[in-house]
């Protein structure tokens, strides 16, 4: 299992939301580089980096800082936030050096351009489903949009999609422990790579998410509130 250890960018700095909350934002480091030099130090190899301005407006806010840290530390970078488009997904892909963007509320919404996005990037596309009650949340986490997000995954499968980020919405930031019910239905109804994200608040919940057969896990408030050691968690999983 890959852990990515997360950089939620808004204004340019490190922070985390609680819940998804714009309100309840909390600021862990202004220099957005420095941190991700500090997790591939701990020996990570991936990184999830959301522009979380972009994944509200649509409009591309981050993704300079995002090119510097994948041109500059080597780490493979998982993507996201405001893809909504061939040119803003070519642009991550084929000039920053992204190894992986993930879709989220363009893959509800816009069809036609998942389908593409599939077609001609394959593995470097993610589907993100971000999970409130079950449903799958979208434009930042702010509405619901009425789908399952079981049969989602399956309808993405079906388009080409190899690659899940799955998140509960409810756990997210909350350091409650992870959805492994709701993330091993993923699992074994889909058969795709799901990555669980959500809910890490220790070491033991990184170990326990393994046992639901995700790919990966995706650490955040954790390791910002010192609850993880990444690098002991990256040498036993």
């Known amino acids: 299992m890959i852990i990515l250890p997360a950089i939620d960018l808004l204004g340019g700095k490190c922070v985390r939301l609680r819940q998804g909350r714009y309100d309840e934002v909390t600021v862990y480091n202004d220099d957005p580089l420095a941190q991700a030099w500090e997790f591939k130090e701990a020996g990570a190899t991936w990184i999830h980096i959301v522009d979380l301005d972009a994944a509200k407006s649509g409009i591309p806010t981050n993704h300079e800082i995002i090119k510097e840290i994948s041109v500059k530390t080597g780490l493979k970078v998982d993507t996201g ?30 069809r036609a351009f998942t389908e593409k996005a599939l077609a001609r990037y394959g593995s470097k596309i ?58 091993k239905e993923m699992v074994d109804k889909t058969g795709l790579d799901i990555i669980a994200s959500g809910g890490i608040g220790s070491d033991e919940d990184i170990y326990y998410i393994k046992k639901s057969g995700a790919a990966g896990v995706i650490v955040g408030k954790a390791y910002y509130e010192g609850r993880v050691d990444l690098k002991t968690c990256l040498q036993n999983v």
């Open 126 to 183: 993610a589907i993100g489903i971000d999970a409130k009650g079950g449903e799958v949340a979208v434009d930042g986490w702010t509405e619901g949009s009425g789908v399952k997000a079981v049969d989602f995954a399956l309808t993405m499968k079906s388009l080409g999609a190899t690659t899940v980020i799955f998140t509960d919405i409810a756990r997210d930031g909350m350091l409650t422990g992870p959805a492994f019910d709701a993330t």
């Open 81 to 110: 936030g405001g893809i909504r488009n061939m040119d803003t997904l070519s642009s991550l892909i084929e000039e920053y050096g992204v190894s992986r963007c993930v879709l989220g509320t363009s893959a509800i919404k816009d």
